[in-house]
C-alpha cells in the first residue's frame, strides 16, 4: 500500500487551514495509507489548533522561529520521509482539495517511473477570483489559477497557463510542464534522494520552480494532470503585490537565473538589478542582498 505523508504550512493561517484539513479528511484513501502533518513556523497566532482538534492521523510539529516556505516544508518532507512515505503532498493551507485528488495522482503516477513531480489543476476558490466581477455566477470556482507552468528563459519570468481563464476543457490534456506550483506538489520520494529538498536560500518564491528545475535535470519528469483538482484562495499569508513580494522574487529570480539562465540572459539580468538601485527601496535592497549573498529570510523583516 502507497504511503503518502501530506505536509500543510502554517504561518498565520488559522481562519483558513480548517477548510484545507476538512478536505483531505475527505480524500478518497482507498489504495494509500496517508498521514497529514502541520508544520507550524513559528506563528503569532495560535488559533489553528482548534480546528486541529478531532483530525485523525495527524501530526504536528511546531518550529521555533520561521523557515519560510523551504525551510518550513523541508522540515514536513523529512519527517515524512523517516515515516516511510512514498509520496510527498505539498498543499498550502489556503487550498481545498478535491475527493478524488489522490486518486488521480495515483493514476498517472503508476504508468511512468520516471514521473518525479506532478501539480494539479488549481482553480482560484470561488469569490477570491482576481476579477470576479467579469465573470457569472455559474463561471465562479471554475476559473483558472494555474493549468501547467511556463518558463520565459530569456527574461528569467515564470508564469501560470490558463490563469483568469474560465475551464471549457482548454486544458484537459496531460502534459509535462515548466513547474509545477508550491501551492500543490506531489514529489515522489526519489526525487529527494537524488535532488535534495527545497533550496532554504530561497526562503518564500520561486523555490517550487527551482525545485523542478533540479529535478529535471536529475531525469525526472514534471507533470501537470487536469484530473486532479485543488481551489486556491490565493495569498492568504501574503499580500499579492506586496513589499514582501517585491523583495523575494527580485532576489530569487537573480539567484535562479545565474544558477540556471544563459551567460546572455545572466548579463541582462545584472544590468536590469543595476536600474532597480536607482529605482525602488525594496528591490534595491533585494538586489543588495543578492550581490552580498545575504539569502535566506535576508534583510527583509516578516511580521
Known sequence: MMKIG????????????????SSIEKLRKNDFKVFTYVIDN???????????KGIGNLKIIENRKNLGFSGGNNVGIKKA?????????????????????????????????????VGPKIYFA?????????????QLGKVIWYAG?????????ASHLGVDEVDEGQYDE???TGFVSGAAMFIKKEVFEKTGFFNERYFLYLEDLEFCQRAKKKGFKVVFVPSAI???????????????????ITRNRLLFGMKFASLRTKIALLREALLFIFKNDVKRRAVFDFLTLNFGQGSFKIN
Open 149 to 157: 507552468g511556463k518558463v520565459d528563459w530569456k527574461n528569467i519570468l
Open 6 to 21: 501530506i505536509i500543510v504550512l502554517n504561518y498565520n493561517t488559522g481562519r483558513v487551514i480548517g477548510d484545507c484539513l
Open 81 to 117: 520521509l523517516e515515516d516511510g512515505c512514498d509520496w510527498v503532498l505539498i498543499l498550502n493551507p489556503d487550498t481545498v482539495a478535491d475527493q478524488n485528488l489522490l486518486v488521480e495522482f495515483y493514476k498517472i503516477v503508476k504508468k511512468d517511473s520516471q514521473i518525479g513531480i
Open 126 to 138: 470561488k469569490g477570491n477570483e482576481f476579477h470576479k466581477d467579469r465573470y457569472t455566477e455559474k
Open 42 to 52: 513559528a506563528s503569532q497566532e495560535k488559533s489553528y489548533k482548534e480546528v486541529l
Open 174 to 176: 496531460i502534459v509535462e
Open 230 to 248: 485543488i481551489w486556491h484562495k490565493n495569498a492568504s499569508s501574503t499580500k499579492v503585490g506586496s513589499s514582501l513580494q517585491d523583495y523575494f
